[in-house]
């Protein structure tokens, strides 16, 4: 028994030493091709580490000047406000070029309606500006326009964006029967209101000036 352990322990040895043979050819053959690989996952992790850390620096960079343009704008600094957000739109990261292209819009209304009027609307057309920002340039540019423009080139506008799944639907809907009411339409005016009363997610406020509207209408010419 012994003998046969002995030798059992050498063939084991043999075994070994022949995979040891094996993986050091290996190596030799194949292992500068493994350091390499090693060596270019460290410079990718360390490379997006780094661009990580610069995208925040960068980030972080825009924050701050967003914000300060934001003072300047609730300062009554209006044309001091638009240089800066246009500096936010133009040079800052892409979630605040956005916000700071609607900001920009909207310190130019203070001193240049017509001028933010067509500020929105590039924005609205703006393929590269996500859906919901561009429906906000829409519906801003509505706000600016409600007091002038007439009903039709309202409705051009407005009714898009006043469909049952639209985001600010509400809104929209508002500004159609205010615009409406101005312009002595008070079958719109009945329309819009219809709406809006049967949209049970109408906010309270809304509801309660669009039935003021119709009610006003309802004295007056349809």
């Excluded at 063939?11 to 350091?35: N, P, S, T």
């Excluded at 300047?72 to 292209?101: C, I, P, Q």
């Excluded at 920002?133 to 600016?144: E, F, H, T």
């Excluded at 209101?193 to 309802?218: K, N, Q, W």
Aim: one cysteine or more; aromatic letters at 8%.
């Amino acid at each position: 028994m012994e003998a046969e352990a002995g030798v059992s322990d050498i063939f084991q040895e043999v075994d070994e030493e022949v995979r040891r043979e094996r993986l050091q050819k290996l190596w030799d053959q194949y292992g500068h091709y493994a350091i390499a690989a090693c060596v270019l996952i460290v410079i990718a992790v360390a490379g997006w580490r780094g661009y990580q850390w610069w995208e925040a620096k960068q980030a972080a960079e825009t924050s701050v000047k967003f914000d300060a343009a934001a003072q300047l704008a609730d300062s009554d600094k209006h044309v001091e406000a638009k240089k800066a957000f246009e500096e936010v739109a133009r040079d800052g990261t892409a979630g605040y070029r956005d916000l700071a292209r609607l900001r920009e819009a909207a310190a130019l209304a203070e001193t240049d309606p017509k001028g933010a009027v067509a500020v929105y609307d590039a924005l609205a057309a703006d393929s590269r500006f996500g859906q919901p920002l561009r429906d906000l340039a829409a519906i801003r540019a509505g706000l600016l326009l409600v007091d002038s423009a007439s009903y039709d080139e309202l409705k051009r506008r407005l009714e898009p964006l006043s469909g049952a799944s639209a985001p600010f639907r509400h809104t929209a809907r508002e500004l159609l029967a205010l615009g409406a009411w101005r312009n002595g339409n008070g079958a719109a005016v009945r329309q819009w209101a219809d709406m809006v009363g049967s949209d049970i997610e109408t906010p309270a406020d809304i509801r309660s000036r669009v039935d003021v509207l119709a009610t006003l209408a309802a004295g007056g010419k349809s």
